[in-house]
């Protein structure tokens, strides 16, 4: 049993309100996952950069050390913002690839990149949701889209790797209720096509499923309705992308699921005291999603 919130602000003049309604939300999940809990926020950005989202394994570690050390190896400026054992890194999009690798290679022990795109931000770690959202100051984040997750493992370790929300992909995150039946096998059919895994989670194969699936030139939406046929097992899907978010649930939908939309926002919650707390959310339209249909909300 795991939590899922999203929200995505339609009204532009809710967006500084993201992160604390974001906050709120996920706080009321705290019992569907109290072993671990992350959140993806999309802020500002532009497309002449990358922001690279850093965790370190040790809590005091010197990330400014590390940005000038990486901006010195791939001679181009890396400019990091700190948020205690995470940093989010920006480097301009032609240098982001050799900037990542350069990270992983003189980072040392317990450096892992885990998020990138232009506007999206990644954090996660062990402990309580409420917590988590604490040390990481969600409720002063701003942006126009945010999903977050909290963690009852069941199939791997509970550590910040296994949190999610993963993401494979620039401004590509996926959060995951439910459990997937032939994640091995996928996962083995996956490498051998050239992708990348580095934890043994599930929700991590989902992930990488729908990046390649767009790599081939699906649309998310198309990803979506193909991971119906190849994704085997009890799911709920949120996803964010640079502008959008969605939903889907697998064919029996046994995994709770609730939306809601105004004029202002759309938001998701795997039980609707999540919701209960947004602005306006009376008068809202509240529904359950349908089984194995693809819901996406985008800004133009």
Excluded at 58 to 82: G, M, Q, R
Aim: aromatic letters at 8%.
């Amino acid at each position: 049993m795991c939590g899922i919130v999203g929200l995505f602000l339609k009204n532009r003049a809710l967006e500084p309100q993201l992160g604390g309604l974001t906050a709120t939300m996920l706080g009321t999940m705290c019992d569907r996952g109290p072993d671990s809990a992350g959140f993806a926020i999309y802020g500002s950005g532009d497309e002449g950069h990358i922001k690279l989202t850093v965790r370190s394994s040790e809590p005091d570690y010197d990330f400014n050390k590390l940005a000038e050390t990486v901006s010195h190896d791939i001679e181009s400026h890396v400019s990091p913002e700190l948020h205690g054992n995470h940093a989010v890194m920006t480097v301009a999009a032609d240098h982001a690839a050799a900037a990542e690798e350069a990270i992983e290679r003189l980072g040392g022990e317990g450096i892992e990149v885990f998020g990138r795109g232009t506007r999206m931000e990644i954090f996660k770690d062990i402990g309580r949701p409420n917590k988590v959202a604490d040390r990481f100051h969600l409720e002063q984040m701003t942006g126009s889209h945010a999903v977050g997750h909290t963690r009852m493992a069941t199939e791997s370790a509970v550590n910040a790797a296994g949190a999610h929300p993963f993401s494979t992909g620039i401004d590509q995150c996926l959060v995951h209720n439910g459990s997937l039946s032939n994640y091995n096998a996928l996962r083995r059919e996956l490498k051998r096509k050239g992708m990348e895994f580095q934890t043994q989670n599930d929700t991590e194969v989902a992930s990488v499923y729908l990046t390649w699936r767009m790599q081939q030139g699906a649309s998310l939406g198309e990803a979506l309705e193909s991971s119906l046929n190849d994704l085997d097992g009890f799911y709920t899907f949120v996803v964010g992308t640079e502008n959008g978010f969605g939903v889907l649930r697998d064919p029996i939908a046994c995994k709770p699921a609730v939306l809601a939309e105004t004029d202002d926002y759309v938001a998701f919650g795997s039980e609707y005291r999540a919701l209960a707390a947004l602005p306006g959310i009376e008068d809202a339209k509240v529904w359950e999603p349908e089984p194995a249909t693809v819901y996406f909300w985008e800004r133009s």
